[in-house]
């Protein structure tokens, strides 16, 4: 296994003011592009402010839009008075429900959300009416002339108040819903109870085994809700008729768009265009409809013209957001420490709407088993309606909830049964190769080893036994965290084409959010094709050119679309070097493309430019090829399709815990991911550092308050995030390459799991300093000084 450690990674300045990377030596002879620091393909549209975003598209004669949202969390709409809004000069359409007649609900599996509300409003942020104007200020002005008035209706705000007796139901009426077909031990259901539009579960084992138990354990852990705080806002500008419709827009995932703005408004997906620029962010939030189905509408009411339609970051908080969640687990184990038996109820809070909620409850539940050996499982996740924010997709994707419980349960465990907590973990880990669950693919990693790795970067090992005395104690604390990458029967397809001069061209639609995507698709097929990586250009994104791709989520662009891209660039040099023998009289089995010559066994080179232009004239040509790739289906695999590739993240973290004020300091933090095969060696380690300060922030930091349902932080300067001096005086990754990845070059997806353990560790090292276990998020100096209560450590 290789290990590419962050600490020893360093830069210095070049002459015209950018950057060298220094490269460790290679010593493999193919690696001449993947796995090495290669300056990202988009760094200087970047740094020289060129690139373009959704918020710099501009359309000739543009109009703003802006939105009226409900002050209340549940209400009935009486009347809506428009007339003076439609008089005020520099109004060109006003839309409220009478304008929204006829217009699809929309949601990922349950269709329920509107494009403006219809006779109710179900949180306090719902949209009830939009104006586009001349400009923004136009609009805003337009906005207070609009008089709405409401019924006010019960409301709540928890999941445990929305599954009370007697509770109000938010949506009375059953939306249109779907279930996707599922594999051995997975079913799904839709509205079991009022108040839960979707259910997931699965099961395997004998339930016998209980009886087996030496001693079972019921605990109980609650998830805070988080925004996502991407930069850039949702933002869209539209110019759409009853007939065709063309959008420029930030989102994740193109092609599934489309298909939800055919059904939002019944045009044919062939005349529905989405162009995407770059993304600033998305972290999931930029799945599926958000200003779309608006500015379209209006630029409907608009006769064509183009609609701008950008929300406020406060705005971006009333769209969507991660779900809170409540997780009851109970697991049976035996003396030694044996794992038998885990059950696990998921209570996922989903907001007023179902957004991407029912595929995070069929994540969630599948992933609370953990990175152990159970076996008897058996889980359930429920979404829960609440009149708050809908929430949907965001990073780790259900998986942050789930390894949150599962990982605190483990060192509750170990402390019940007097073990440490490293040692318990590792008598239950799975193997190398060994299913997740049956009919499911075998884990890729070596999880043991990696549990090694981080317990060793901080010295967990050599720790001090626990101070009884000073009020700043220190502890250490090591997790593990699984989830299944690439998506569920995800295809991608990609096309490459190579110009009569060898330059190249990437063409597919793997969004570029900062990540690094199309970085890594470049090197990809810089490698195939023995280029530089300087001759390969990403082409823009448009789905009537761009080849189909379900979305940029799930970790899938180098272990998913990497292949297509992959298979597209191998299917091109086939092409050219077969093309090249017919010219030069050769056998292009032994030969290779390099540097857009062909080398031949016998040592002779044949450059092709000349070639080329001899044969087509003097337009010369182009060769083109496509790629596609998905993974198999197979009815075994409880999701359909067997996962393909295991995101695995491992942290290590060293804390004080002053136990006066209850504040946690992180000293140390370490986490690790294993990326198969390193692509670009920097890029691994600013998702897993991106990551992880994710998972730092969602530990200590952050959580969307709620107040008789109005969001109290909804504002930038209210929400608290990680700041500079939150940095642990001692931060870094650990990049390994253990060799087992199912992408290009044996490859494995990267992005998530550095998120996944880091509350857990952080939580472990608080117990071990000061034997407080906290099992509520975030762990706030309040919630840790009353835990310090509980077990007299003040």
Not at 284 to 295: L, M, Q
Not at 348 to 368: F, N, Q, T
Not at 723 to 749: C, M, N, V, W, Y
Request: aromatic share 8%; proline share 6%; glycine share 10%.
């Amino acid at each position: 296994m290789t290990v590419v450690e962050s600490f020893e990674h360093t830069v210095t300045p070049d002459r015209r003011g950018g950057y060298v990377v220094h490269e460790l030596p290679t010593v493999d002879p193919d690696h001449r592009i993947h796995g090495r620091d290669l300056p990202r393909a988009d760094s200087h549209v970047k740094v020289s402010g060129k690139a373009v975003y959704g918020t710099d598209v501009a359309r000739a004669g543009m109009l703003h839009a802006k939105v009226l949202r409900s002050p209340h969390a549940h209400a009935r709409i009486v009347s809506i008075d428009t007339s003076a809004a439609r008089v005020l000069p520099g109004v060109h359409a006003v839309l409220t429900r009478d304008e929204a007649q006829g217009l699809q609900p929309y949601g990922t599996m349950v269709k329920d959300q509107p494009t403006v509300a219809m006779d109710t409003v179900r949180y306090v942020g719902d949209i009830v009416a939009a104006v586009a104007a001349v400009d923004e200020r136009t609009a805003l002005e337009a906005l207070d002339l609009l008089d709405v008035r409401y019924e006010l209706l019960p409301a709540v705000f928890d999941v445990d108040a929305a599954l009370a007796d007697g509770a109000p139901e938010i949506h009375p009426e059953p939306p249109f819903g779907v279930v996707p077909g599922y594999g051995d031990g997975a079913s799904a259901v839709l509205r079991p109870r009022p108040n839960v539009p979707y259910e997931f579960r699965y099961r395997t084992g004998d339930p016998a085994v209980w009886d087996e138990c030496d001693h079972v354990f019921v605990d109980t852990f609650r998830y805070s809700r988080m925004n996502h705080m991407h930069l850039e806002p949702f933002v869209t500008v539209a110019e759409a008729t009853d007939d065709e419709i063309e959008v420029w827009t930030s989102t994740q995932s193109p092609f599934n768009l489309r298909k939800e703005l055919s059904r939002i408004f019944t045009v044919p997906e062939n005349r529905i265009r989405v162009q995407v620029p770059l993304l600033g962010g998305g972290f999931g939030g930029k799945n599926g409809p958000k200003a779309d189905p608006v500015a379209i509408r209006l630029s409907q009411l608009c006769g064509g013209r183009p609609v701008r339609f950008a929300m406020t970051t406060e705005e971006v908080f009333l769209t969507v957001s991660q779900h809170a969640a409540k997780l009851v687990v109970k697991a049976g184990v035996k003396a030694d420490g044996t794992f038998v038996a885990r059950e696990s109820l998921v209570l996922l809070d989903g907001g007023a709407y179902a957004e991407h909620s029912p595929a995070v409850a069929e994540k969630a539940g599948y992933r609370m088993p953990g990175a152990y050996r159970w076996s008897h499982i058996e889980s359930a996740c429920q979404v829960v309606t609440t009149n708050t924010v809908p929430a949907g997709a965001m990073r780790g994707f259900g998986g942050t909830q789930a390894t949150w419980a599962s990982e605190r349960q483990v060192d509750l465990i170990a402390e019940r049964l007097g073990m440490d907590p490293y040692e318990l973990r590792l008598k239950n880990l799975k193997a190398l190769g060994e299913e997740f669950v049956p009919g499911e693919s075998g884990i890729d990693s070596d999880l043991a080893e990696g549990m090694r790795v981080v317990a060793d970067a901080i010295g967990y090992h050599q720790r001090p036994r626990r101070a009884e005395s000073g009020p700043v104690r220190r502890g250490m604390g090591v997790a593990v965290g699984v989830k299944d990458g690439g998506g569920i029967n995800k295809p991608a397809m990609a096309r490459v084409k190579a110009t009569s001069k060898g330059d190249v061209i990437v063409n597919c639609a793997l969004t570029e959010m900062g990540q690094g995507g199309h970085s890594a698709m470049c090197q990809i097929v810089a490698e195939v094709l023995h280029t530089s990586r300087e001759r390969v250009t990403y082409a823009r994104i448009d789905t009537e050119n761009t080849p189909f791709d379900q979305g940029t989520n799930a970790s899938s662009g180098v272990a998913v679309m990497g292949h297509a891209v992959r298979s597209a660039a191998e299917n091109l040099r086939r092409q050219v070097l077969e093309w090249a023998a017919g010219q030069f009289g050769f056998d292009p089995a032994t030969a290779v493309l390099a540097d857009w010559a062909v080398h031949t066994a016998d040592g002779d080179v044949y450059p092709l430019f000349g070639r080329i232009m001899e044969v087509f004239g003097n337009t010369g040509f182009e060769f083109s090829a496509d790629g596609f790739y998905k993974a198999r289906n197979d009815h075994r695999a409880p999701l359909e399709a067997p996962c393909v590739f295991w995101e695995i993240g491992w942290a290590a973290a060293e804390v004080e815990v002053d136990v006066e004020t209850g504040r946690v300091q992180v000293c140390q933090l370490v986490v690790s991911g294993d990326a198969g095969k390193v692509i670009n060696k920097i890029g691994c380690r600013g998702q897993d550092e991106g990551a992880a300060i994710f998972g730092l922030a969602q530990a200590l930091f952050e959580e969307m308050r709620y107040e008789n349902g109005e969001l109290l932080n909804a504002e930038a300067l209210l929400y608290r995030v990680p700041l500079a001096e939150d940095i642990p005086q001692r931060f870094g990754s650990i990049t390994q390459e253990q060799g087992h990845g199912a992408g290009p070059f044996g490859a494995k997806g990267m992005g998530e799991g550095g998120m996944l353990p880091v509350a857990p560790a952080i939580a472990q090292a608080v117990a071990d300093a000061v034997g407080a276990q906290l099992t509520e998020l975030p762990m706030s100096p309040q919630r840790v000084y009353q835990a310090l209560s509980t077990v007299g450590a003040r």
